[in-house]
């Protein structure tokens, strides 16, 4: 006996399904998932993903890879340099994690005009309700 039922692993089905909903919140978010693509291109300086990430507040960054380094996605690395020199880079999982996301990611930017078309036609409508 595999120990499976339906594909869904004996761990799996064990598993609180609050932790699932907790992780994905997190690397769900709203920027984890632009800094995490960003980081697969290799290790990134604070700055550098500043500038890449548009529209993202330094406090938001900051809060995100905190987020991230404490869940094991990638890994910060301090050079006792003047001045100091801080760098982010994905580990193992954050790579597993890119290459999870990265066909939504593309998704994403290929519908982009598609979705702001959808949105402009459906609150030109007349029976749109405030919102």
Known sequence: M????????????????????????????????????????????????????????QR?????????????????????VMPPHVSYELTPMGRTLREATAPLLEWSLAHLTHIDAARATYDARPDTPAA
């Open 60 to 80: 938001m960054l900051t809060v995100t890879l905190r987020g991230l380094e404490r869940d094991g996605i990638l890994t910060r690395t301090v050079r006792n």
């Open 2 to 57: 595999s120990g499976t039922t339906g594909g869904e692993s004996r761990a799996a089905r064990t598993q609180d399904p609050c932790k699932a909903r907790e992780v994905l919140g997190i690397v769900g978010d709203k920027w984890s998932l632009l800094i995490v693509r960003n980081l697969s291109q290799g290790p990134r300086r604070f700055s550098e993903l500043k500038r890449a990430v548009d529209g993202i507040s």
